[in-house]
């Protein structure tokens, strides 16, 4: 029997990935937003959306099993993310700034 695991480029499906929607949902829109600003130019933002979700995830699955040591989030996230946005046309510059204030506000609340 195949289950069903969903497609996440497809909006309002019924499958496994209900669970996940919500979530999905936020990267989503924070696509739509940087889309409609201007930063990027993409397609298909759900797409657009999985590949930043799947790096995210990479990520996570790559840190919790301990395999990044103390410098994953500088020597790999950043720059995936950032190659990413530049990718779907973002400037250097500008994603430059906003992970710079990112790291800022991050590191505020230590």
Do not use: C
């Not at 829109?29 to 979700?53: E, F, H, K, N, Y």
């Not at 500008?94 to 590191?107: D, I, S, Y």
């Amino acid at each position: 029997m195949k289950i069903n695991r969903g497609n996440v480029l497809v909006a309002g499906h019924d499958s496994e990935f209900e669970h996940y929607q919500e979530t999905f949902d936020h990267v989503v829109g924070a696509v739509r937003r940087a889309q409609d600003a201007g930063m990027i130019d993409t397609p298909d933002v759900r797409s657009a959306a999985a590949q930043l979700w799947m790096g995210l995830f990479g990520f996570i699955q790559l840190e919790m099993a301990g395999h990044l040591g103390d410098d994953g989030v500088l020597e790999v996230l950043v720059p995936a993310i950032v190659n990413l946005l530049v990718g779907m046309g973002a400037e250097l510059e500008t994603v430059g700034a906003a992970v710079l204030m990112a790291m800022e506000r991050f590191t505020a609340g230590d």
